[in-house]
């Protein structure tokens, strides 16, 4: 019978170290592979590899042999706290869940990268409505020979995201020491009103060229959480739609300007809506036109969004004939 038993490098860690996990299968031959769904809900799993030894020994003349498979993972908590590397289940074994506590890194390890690698984050409003739009503006300042991963884009739920700016490179001098930026830009939708959190970046890399001959450094980063309110639409608010939009526009073209009418023959009124800070698909439709003694047609709106700024710019033009 295969024995299956599950373990760790370390039992305390940082919010930045990586947990080596080993969950060796010895015994025997074995076609079931170990499930690891349970470590995503404490931990992100970074890299996995695959073990496989056998042995021969004689024991009073009697050979025996035995095979090996060690799964080994690195692990990077994802919380800070007392956290469980869970049951690991093969076949029809279990391992042993194993308590792990992740600490937040020292005000002096901390001080210290920051010489190397540090956050700078922004938000452009602290307060919005619902679907209303917010900046968040990420900056990752680096000295040189600094690698690694810039952090993807936020995941918050009952947000809708959406990339303004992918990536921006520049200089920049901060206490008279010369680092390299990289910038990107977000906007932001909440769905839902009350509390909206957007949890701290983090970043971790190595620094130096590495080589036969050198070693590199690892080294993080981690910015601070920003807390928007978010309101629901305003209970005296008038109309039928709610626009929660920076600016919004209403303007009016004609295909002939000025205009002639001619009985029998259409005119076509071109109105255009533009709204800052407002995804098209939150653009309301035009009413119905109702004129005495014409018929009136609409084609349907054309929509088109564009990354500015100051966000998202969101287009609607209808033809009105």
Known sequence: QAVV????????????????????????????????TALERDFDIVDTQNQKSSSISFING??????????????????????????????????????????????????????LVFFDTSVDTNSTYVQGQILYKVKLFYSESISGDFPPPPRLEDAVIETIESERRYESTVNNRRYYVLEKQYAIF??????????????????????????????????????????????????????????????????????????????????????????????????ELELANAKTYADPPESSEQASNVGIIASNRTTVG
């Open 190 to 287: 909440p769905q839902k009103s009350g509390v909206l959190t957007i949890p701290r970046e983090a970043f971790v890399g190595s620094r130096g060229r590495g080589g036969l001959f050198s070693s590199r450094q690892r080294v993080n980063a981690v910015s601070e959480a920003h807390t928007i309110n978010v309101s629901t639409f305003p209970a005296g608010s008038q109309g039928t739609n709610w626009i929660p939009a920076k600016q919004f526009t209403l303007q009016e073209a004609w295909a002939e300007n000025p205009p002639i009418f001619r009985v029998g023959e259409p005119v076509n009124r071109i109105l255009t809506m533009t709204a800052v800070g407002l995804a098209a698909s939150l653009l309301p439709p035009l009413a």
């Open 62 to 115: 009697k050979q025996t042999s035995s095979i090996r498979t060690d799964y080994v993972l690195t692990l990077r908590a994802k919380r800070l706290g007392r956290l469980t590397i869970p049951s690991i289940r093969v076949g029809q074994e279990t391992t042993s869940p194993i308590p792990i506590q992740a600490v937040q890194q020292s005000a002096a390890a901390t001080r210290q990268m920051n010489q």
């Open 5 to 36: 038993v599950a373990m760790v490098d370390r039992n305390q860690v940082s919010e930045f170290d990586l947990v080596t996990l080993t969950v060796r299968i010895s015994g025997r031959s074995t076609e079931e592979t170990p499930d690891f």
